[in-house]
């Protein structure tokens, strides 16, 4: 692929569980990573961080306790496995990756250089 790409959202019901992805086509390992989201009519908003080695993983506390971030560096490949989603959490999903220059702990969309093509998750009540 020319460009990340998140994927697996779609329409589930409230307390459902549902993981996305996104697929890095380049180098991976060194990557500072992360979720953000937008819901129809408000801001782009962070929700997720993960450093290049796991070494530390921060949430939005609107998500802390249902989210969980995760990297598998071999696949070049960033997950978020969402528990108990509420319909607060409709918003399209997009990743997002730090190669060079990254603040520790950055939730800033303007620390981020490369974007994937977001994902829909939808949250019905």
């Known amino acids: 692929q020319a460009q990340m790409a998140a994927s697996g959202g779609g329409l589930v019901p409230a307390g459902d569980s549902l993981t996305i992805s996104c697929k890095s086509p380049r180098p991976f390992h060194n990557y500072v990573m992360a979720w953000f989201r937008q819901a129809p009519g408000a801001e782009r908003e962070f929700v997720a961080y993960?450093?290049?080695?796991?070494?530390?993983?921060i949430y939005s506390d609107s998500v802390k306790g249902r989210f969980t971030i995760s990297r598998d560096n071999g696949k070049s490949t960033l997950y978020l496995q969402m528990d108990n989603l509420k319909p607060e959490d409709t918003a399209v999903y997009f990743c997002?990756?730090?190669?060079?220059?990254?603040?520790?702990?950055?939730?800033?969309?303007?620390?981020?250089?490369?974007w994937g093509q977001g994902t829909q998750v939808t949250v019905s009540t």
């Open positions: 993960i450093d290049a080695l796991e070494r530390a993983i």
């Open positions: 997002a990756a730090c190669i060079s220059n990254c603040m520790a702990f950055t939730k800033a969309e303007s620390d981020y250089g490369y």
